[in-house]
């Protein structure tokens, strides 16, 4: 394959993301595109591997944050960042804000109607096609055809024919921390729920404590193994959703060959585009709604930074303001932010009197923060007692130090 062919010098280009990576692509552009010449590439997360420092010096690279394996880029200072939220990268490639000359994608075999399923990823790869000048895909015969989002053949201006294993994420190991916190946040989530989460030993260890419940539904951004038990087990049915009854959304397969297996041709998951995932609108449709995202650290005024450690860029906005608000919105739902109370082996209070990088979520949104010590509910709240709350969930550690922070918020009421 000669990417010559399709690319021209300056070209920017805009590649599926996470386990939706085509990697035999990216494999490819790393080795042409230097000689091509000024190629810039925008990806969302990456979990190959293949983007490693020293390695993308022949183009340079953008992303709405360093998540996955572009933390080590990040560290390099081989990666520029875009501020952003999900739901607008795909109304900002379509505007030409984040510009798309050509797309690069995974997708599956066509069917016969020659219409090709996106498989593991619909987030913003239909703006990338809609706006690219050359679609280039990567059909891979390992890639399921999940319903949802697809491809027609005709809009291929370069089809690159694969076999081979997509992208995994393997589930990572649950601790005592993990387990305690899981716990505190299992708690808001009842029979009905509509849960949205993300993957990682939290999320994994929240749905495990979740087999007693009944009816749960799905409306997520990405999903993982973790659900595949609770959807043959039948605790998630949809059933009493407004909207979708009876079909899981996400936008993101982010898991392993059991996840993939399970979703190939299964009516019971639909992939979508973010304009459906995360927007407000629809998103306003689900009753009982309980988001679970992640943070690095929390403020005592409940202002959260889940992207930057000190001088470290580790995480990015994400979806995480669009599901939060939605969560704290929803009636009977919950926005949770969970988080382990320490940091650095116990050394660092992630519950601080003030942040030390960006603020993600703002503290007029949040609503429920968690760690292993227990749930602070936020939403409603001043800001002497959302101190005294959050002080409360703090390591014992640090607590008398947060405590006096929390009396100078105590004294002048903010």
């Known amino acids: 394959m000669d990417l010559a062919e399709y690319l021209r010098p300056g070209d920017h280009i805009v590649i599926g993301q996470a386990c939706g990576e085509p990697t035999t692509l990216i494999e490819a552009l790393i080795e042409q595109g230097r000689d091509i010449g000024g190629l810039t590439v925008f990806v969302a997360t990456s979990f190959s591997g293949i983007f490693t420092p020293g390695r993308t010096g022949s183009f340079a690279m953008s992303s709405m944050g360093a998540i996955g394996a572009l933390r080590a880029l990040s560290k390099a200072h081989e990666l520029d960042v875009i501020p ?13 804000t984040i510009r798309c000359d050509v797309a690069f994608v995974q997708v599956a075999p066509a069917d016969a109607d020659g219409y090709h399923s996106f498989g593991l990823v619909s987030d913003y790869v239909q703006s990338a ?21 697809s491809l027609p053949s005709s809009k291929i201006d370069c089809a690159v024919h694969v076999s081979r294993s997509p992208v995994e994420v393997p589930p990572a190991a649950i601790g005592e921390v993990d387990a305690a916190i899981a716990h505190h946040a299992a708690a808001y989530i009842g029979d009905g729920s509509v849960i949205q989460t993300g993957v990682g030993a939290v999320p994994d260890a ?51 060959a059991r996840l993939y297996g399970f979703a190939h041709r299964n009516p019971q998951i639909r992939m979508c585009t973010t304009a459906y995932t995360h ?30 450690s000190g001088a470290s860029y580790f995480g990015g906005t994400g979806g995480q303001v669009d599901f939060v608000r939605a969560g704290a919105r929803s009636p009977g739902g919950h926005a949770i932010t969970a988080l382990p109370a320490t940091a ?24 429920v923060v968690v760690t292993e010590f227990g749930a602070a509910e936020l939403r409603g709240r001043t800001l002497r ?5 959050l002080v409360a969930i703090a390591h014992p550690a640090f607590r008398e130090d947060l405590e006096r922070q929390a009396h100078i918020i105590e004294q002048r009421g903010f």
């Open 84 to 96: 952003c939220h999900v739901s607008r990268i795909g109304p900002m490639i379509e505007a030409g």
């Open 385 to 389: 007692e959302r101190a005294r709350r």
């Open 206 to 256: 929240i749905l495990r404590l979740l087999h007693d419940r009944v009816d749960l539904g799905v409306h997520s951004g990405m999903i993982g193994d973790g659900l595949v038990d609770l959807i043959e087990s039948g605790v998630i049915t949809n059933a009493r959703k407004r909207i979708d009854r009876g079909v899981s959304i996400t936008g993101a397969l982010i898991g392993t």
């Open 279 to 308: 927007d407000a609108g629809v998103l306003a449709q689900l009753d009982d709604l309980v988001t679970i995202n992640s943070a690095m650290e929390v403020d005592l005024t409940g202002q959260v930074n889940a992207e930057q």
């Open 129 to 149: 096609v809609a706006t690219a000048r050359v679609v280039v895909a990567e059909i891979n015969d390992r890639v399921p055809v999940t319903l949802g989002e």
């Open 344 to 367: 650095k082996g116990g050394t660092v209070s992630r519950i601080t009197a003030a942040l030390s990088g960006p603020v993600t979520t703002a503290r007029s949104d949040v609503d």
